[in-house]
């Protein structure tokens, strides 16, 4: 799978199938992967293979995941947003499905709300937000916080051993950058401990500030002029409340009234092709029932 460059990080990202793109924003929080498809119910669907049947899909390791680098500044909805943007330019593709699932979904959100000539429909599955994401999210940063106060900055590169922040907080939300990278491993070592400390401490509180759902702001969410489907979760990192709140404000979306222990692989293929067929048609979310194509066996 290929690398790009893009405003100085190095990018892994798959571009294949034909048809209108589809930008696919993996979920697993900051394990966001290639890998990513590969569990639960996107694994069954073999989400890459079967989507790229029906659109172009781009998909990426985001920045600060798997093989893609990443830079130390405060991290925001925005920078991640900019850099799918920059794949996007990258690969000469000017308008997208965005697909955002998980911690996804704030990016899709925010790259709608910057870009929202580029974005052709969002399909917005599974968003995180509420109380015990925010609690969960913040115990990470506060985590590595600590470890980087007492043990010092060569101490979290020593523990960056390939696994990712979330599944070990102690060693940043840069951890696979420092695993990954030589380079960046040598400048981050060597850059200011109080400085890198209130970056941290800013890129937590930009990105998890409150219970809300993550990503743009509800005045921002009620701007947002674009075709959506909303799939809602309903577990401590992806609360029901949170797709109830894209409900609320977004003005032009589509909900599915439908409990995550019943949405499987197939009907979620279906929703997925069901909202490309309705948005070609008339730019509007389809009225349900929606439906779509039988998914295709795999070879």
């Known amino acids: 799978m290929p690398f790009a460059t893009l405003d100085g990080i190095r990018t892994h990202y798959v571009k294949q199938g034909a048809g209108p793109s589809l930008l696919m924003m993996a979920p697993r929080g900051f394990e966001s992967t290639l890998q990513s498809w590969e569990h639960g119910k996107w694994k069954e669907m073999d989400a890459i293979e079967a989507l790229s049947r029906h659109f172009t899909i781009v998909a990426y390791d985001r ?25 996007l330019e990258h690969l000469d593709i000017e308008k997208a499905f965005v697909l955002g699932v998980c911690m996804g979904v704030g990016v899709a959100t925010q790259f709608a709300r910057i870009y929202p000539e580029a974005c052709t429909g969002l399909i917005l599955a599974q968003p995180v937000g509420g109380h015990r994401w925010q609690v969960r999210t913040h115990a990470f940063f506060n985590r590595h916080l600590e470890f980087v106060c007492e043990h010092g900055l060569a101490a979290v590169h020593e523990r960056a051993r390939g696994k990712n922040f979330m599944r070990d907080p102690e060693t940043g939300p840069w ?56 799939w809602p979760g309903d577990d401590a990192s992806h ?23 019943q949405q499987t692989h197939q009907n979620m293929f279906e929703r997925i092709l069901g909202f490309k067929k309705a948005v070609e048609a008339t730019g509007l979310p389809p009225s349900p029932p929606m439906p779509g194509p039988e998914m295709p066996p795999k070879v």
């Open 63 to 87: 920045r600060e995941a798997g093989l893609s680098g990443g830079r130390v500044e405060v991290l925001t909805w925005k920078v991640f947003a900019q850099h799918a943007k920059l794949l």
């Open 175 to 230: 951890a696979s950058a420092l695993f990954n990278d030589p380079v960046f491993a040598e400048r981050f070592v060597t850059q200011d401990l109080d400085a890198y400390v209130e970056t941290v401490v800013a890129s937590r509180d930009a990105l998890f500030p409150d219970t809300f759902v993550s990503g743009p702001r509800p005045e921002e969410l009620m701007a947002l002029d674009i075709a959506s489907s909303i």
């Open 239 to 261: 609360s029901t409340s949170s797709a109830q709140q894209l409900r609320e404000l977004l003005p032009r979306m589509e909900y599915w009234d439908l409990h995550p222990s």
